[in-house]
């Protein structure tokens, strides 16, 4: 869902609002739908849609902690307000917790 400016955006720049998981463990080391091998530890997330090696700005709307990230994969996929996957590096970053659901917001970087 695509809405107005919040603090941090710049002028004009489009911010998505929804909710972001983590990645299962057990994909460690598959290939990525950009071709990449996935690496827990490294700093990716997933969509369905925005262009693969798309920087992201992504921030935990209850802490306001903010992860730098690359889309590489293809998801989350399936009902709800599912917006991006991230790794478990980039999902502990924002959130102190090691599983469940964040309520996020990202805006694309240059």
């Known amino acids: 869902m695509l809405i107005g400016h919040i603090p941090g955006a710049t002028a004009g720049e489009a911010v998505t609002r929804g909710t972001a998981l983590h990645y ?10 950009s071709g990449e091998t996935y690496h827990p530890e490294a700093l990716t997330a997933a969509h369905p849609t925005i262009a693969l090696g798309t920087r992201l700005k992504v921030t935990n709307l209850n802490t306001g ?3 730098v990230v ?3 994969d293809r998801g989350p996929f399936g009902l709800g307000q599912k917006v991006l996957d991230l790794s478990r590096a980039a999902f502990r970053l924002i959130q102190s917790r ?3 659901k ?3 917001s990202f805006t694309r970087l240059p």
């Open 102 to 104: 964040i309520p996020i």
């Open 70 to 72: 690359k889309v590489n």
């Open 24 to 33: 299962a463990d057990s994909l460690a080391g598959r290939p990525t739908a």
């Open 98 to 100: 090691n599983s469940g």
């Open 65 to 67: 902690k903010s992860v």
